[in-house]
Nanobody, 126 residues
Framework: QLQLVESGGGLVNAGGSLSLSCTAS????????MAWFCQAPGKEREFVAA????????YYADSVKGRFTISRDNPKNTVYLQMNSPKPKNTAVYYC???????????????????WGQGTQVTVSS
């Protein structure tokens, strides 16, 4: 069973930069579709970004386009979320998600993902 562990969360100033990492173990990482979601207390889990097997295709929520970048390094079994110029509204717990698939592609619904990390807190201060 695939296990996901996020890291890199913390406190960042608005307009600063923060990089999150998600390292996978226990499965063939390269055949898992990967994504990042965020969830603030009392709110629904929201899609942030997704990436295909090879990293050739990415998809972003409109709210983070141009500021956040998702990438993956398959030899390192790691997916990243580079957060540039985050805003206070981006404060949330960020979760890494994975879904095995026989075909490459991307999905943005949390129901499309089977495996989840424990989450890492990101707090953006003004």
């Amino acid at each position: 069973q695939l296990q996901l562990v996020e890291s890199g969360g913390g406190l960042v100033n608005a307009g600063g930069s923060l990089s999150l990492s998600c390292t996978a173990s226990g499965g063939a990482f390269s055949v898992y579709r990967m994504a990042w979601f965020c969830q603030a207390p009392g709110k629904e889990r929201e899609f942030v970004a997704a990436i295909s097997w090879s990293g050739g295709s990415t998809y972003y929520a409109d709210s983070v386009k141009g500021r956040f970048t998702i990438s993956r390094d398959n030899p390192k079994n790691t997916v990243y979320l580079q957060m540039n110029s985050p805003k206070p509204k981006n404060t949330a717990v960020y979760y890494c998600a994975a879904q095995w698939s026989s075909k490459d592609g991307i999905f943005r619904s949390p129901e499309s993902y089977t495996y989840w990390g424990q989450g890492t807190q990101v707090t953006v201060s003004s």
